[in-house]
Each structure stands twice: as C-alpha cells, then as structure tokens.
C-alpha cells in the first residue's frame, strides 16, 4: 500500500508542478482516484475552475473569490423585505434542507457550515432562475465543501473541529466550493429544470440497459410491475449520495470528472452495473420487497474497494455498448460480453471482478476480458 500509494503521489506531484497542466493526462490518472493531498487541486483543475497555466492561477482564485463574496451582500445579507415572494420561499426552502444534507458527515452538522451552505445554494438559484433551487441539489455541494476544506487544513475535514478553523479560510472554501457546483450543474442543468427532463432520460436509459444486459431481470421487473423510475429516480437526482457513504462518492467523483459526460452517461452505466450486482437477489423478490431493498441498498458501509471494481464493470459496459452500437450488433452478443468482463457477480455479493481471458464474439470482434481490477484500462484502449 504505502510504497505504491507513494508513488502515485509522485505522478500527481509531477505532472501538477508544470508550469501548464496536461489536463488529458490529469484526467487520465484522476480516474483511478486522486490521493487526499492532491484532490482539491485536481478537481479544481478538471473542472476548469482554475487554469492550467500556473502563473494564471492566484489571479483567478483571487478575482473569483472575491466576486463570490460581493455576491453575498448583494442577493443574502438583505432584510426580507427586499425579497419578493417567490425569493422568501426559495429561502424558506433552503433553510429546510440544509440541516438535512449529508446527516453521517459530523462537519455538516455544524451551525458555520450550514451558513455557508444556506448562502452557496440560495445565490446559485437566484442566479440559475431556468432551475431555481431543487432537492438534491444541496447534497452536491458536500463533497466539494469537504474536499477543499480538507485540502486547506490538510486532513480530512468530515471530523475536523470548525471552531479551530479561520473564518477566511472558510471563505475560501465556501467561494471555491460556489464556482464549482456551478461548473457541475452547468452540465447537467436539464436534471432540475421544470419538468427534470435530465433524469427522466437517465431512467429511460437505465432501463434500456438493463434490458439489454439482464433481460432476466428486467423481465423480472416486468412481471412484478415494477418500474424503473420508482427507484431510479433519487439514484440520478442524487447520484447515489443516499445509497453510498460520503467517502465512496468521493471515489466516485474523482472517475465522474475525468469522464467526457461523468455525471449523466457514465453515472447511468454505473446505476446498470449496481442493479445487476444484485440482479440474483432482485430476481428472489416480490414488487414489495424489491422497492424496499431498492430504496435502502445494502451499500451504506461500501469503500474504495467495493466502489473500484463497479467503475470498472461500468467502464467495460459503456466500451461494450459503443462497440455493440457501431456494429449494430443484437443484445445477446452485448451480454454476452457484459457477463464475460464479470458484469453480475453470485448473488450480488461476491466483489465484481473483471478477470479471466476468455474471448467472447461481441459484434463481429473478441471481446477479452482483462483482468484491470478497478482500474481504468489504458487510454489507447478506451479510445478504439
């Protein structure tokens, strides 16, 4: 571990020092997860929010930074009376689900946190008006808030003590963290536009999937009328956040940004891969059983090591549908090569493994099943 640890952290290191980052290659090893002491900087680079090029970046931080903070006397510190109707229940809202978010993470229990967070989300609506304010947004914020905190007090800030913490430094966090989930949310704003036509193409193509790679289990679903928007719904409005522990979306969330459409595309991918991690267990169960299994997952205490391998079976399968799709080749060749690169693991509890070396015909070509372990295969792989 250590010895290995460190040398990733060297790679990091090296290619963060040069005086313009190679933002591909950054990408690249950001998908196999980032080391603590480098993911603020990462995330921040991947995201855009801050340049590539060196020299450029304490000007950028400084003038966002600070026209984050004029933002918050102009659209927060004003008496209610200057709001209209519809900013007070906006507020009125935010003020609701704030103490709500992330209630595992003893940092966001805390009243300065939840300040910072209350001005973060009601200045991003007030700004973002095609959207406004949405559930599910507030908990999108959270991992940013304790990447960047960790990253400024160099440990990880989810137990940290906020009364030894400067207020500037909060600022910084809470500025920073404001910038990025704007960048996210720029991405994928149709998820919370009226009428969320964002997820409800998610769930369609999850369905879709599922179809495609585990018509047992779809058919499964058929037979108990079960549809794939009563469960899948919260799974892409809040990206597993209530399914999975704060440090595994973290993981996560270093393989989302490095991907082209991470948060939509990607995550849809890994939606399929979950649900046929747990496809022999579903397939056992009634219409009541499988809505309450569904809605409380038995991934609450899942790590790295878990999360590693589900980015890889996710990985495989969207390598194995642009291939199946640019053959034109039938479903029984894409699950084929699905359940070949190890895609439904016994029962739903072994650990999914992509391994051994047996070939399948998947479109006209072998499909091998390499044996990455969690890993991103090499780029040249992934650009066929």
């Not at 060297?10 to 005086?19: G, K, M, S, V, Y």
């Not at 200057?82 to 507020?91: A, F, K, N, P, V």
């Not at 007090?153 to 906020?162: K, M, S």
């Not at 719904?233 to 956040?241: E, G, K, S, V, Y």
Request: one cysteine or more; charged letters at 25%; proline letters at 4%.
């Amino acid at each position: 571990g250590g010895e290995r640890m460190s040398y990733k952290d060297a790679q990091f290191a090296e290619l963060l020092q040069a005086e313009v980052v190679d933002l591909e290659r950054l990408k690249s090893l950001a998908w196999n997860g980032v080391p603590l002491g480098h993911r603020s900087m990462v995330w921040k680079l991947i995201l855009g929010y801050l340049p590539s090029n060196a020299s450029r970046r304490p000007g950028t931080l400084k003038r966002k930074r600070r026209e984050y903070a004029e933002s918050v006397p102009q659209y927060f510190d004003i008496p209610d009376q200057q709001r209209t109707s519809q900013e007070q229940d906006l507020l009125r809202q935010v003020l609701v689900d704030v103490p709500r978010t992330a209630p595992g993470v003893p940092l966001f229990h805390n009243e300065r946190i939840h300040r910072c967070m209350e001005r973060i989300l009601y200045i991003w609506a007030i700004r973002h008006p095609a959207s406004g304010y949405v559930q599910g947004i507030n908990g999108l914020l959270t991992p940013f808030f304790l990447v960047f905190l960790s990253g400024l007090i160099g440990e990880n800030a989810a137990y940290c003590d906020v009364g030894r913490v400067d207020a500037a430094v909060l600022d910084e966090v809470e500025a920073d963290t404001y910038w990025c989930i704007t960048k996210l949310l720029d991405a994928i704003l149709d998820h919370y536009t009226e009428g969320t036509p964002g997820l409800t193409r998610m769930c369609r193509n999850l369905e879709h999937l599922v179809r495609r790679i585990d018509r047992p289990l779809a058919e499964h679903f058929d037979d108990e009328q079960l549809s794939t928007v009563q469960f899948a719904f919260r799974w892409m409005n809040c990206l597993l956040m209530r399914e999975l522990n704060v440090n595994a979306i973290i993981r996560m969330w270093d393989t989302y940004l490095s991907e082209k459409d991470g948060f939509e595309a990607f995550h849809t991918y890994v939606c399929a891969t979950l649900l046929c991690h747990f496809s022999e267990d579903l397939r056992g169960m009634k219409f009541q059983e499988l809505v309450l299994f569904l809605q409380d997952l038995p991934t609450k205490e899942w790590g790295e090591a878990q999360v590693e391998p589900l980015l890889s079976q996710a990985f495989i399968l969207s390598q194995a549908f642009t291939d199946a799709q640019k053959h034109l080749a039938s479903s029984e060749s894409l699950a084929a090569s699905w359940l070949c690169a190890g895609g439904r693991a016994k029962g739903g509890r072994e650990r999914m493994r992509a391994g051994g070396r047996a070939g399948v015909a998947a479109g006209g070509r072998s499909f091998a099943c390499v044996p990455w372990r969690g890993r991103r295969p090499p780029r040249s792989t992934a650009a066929d």
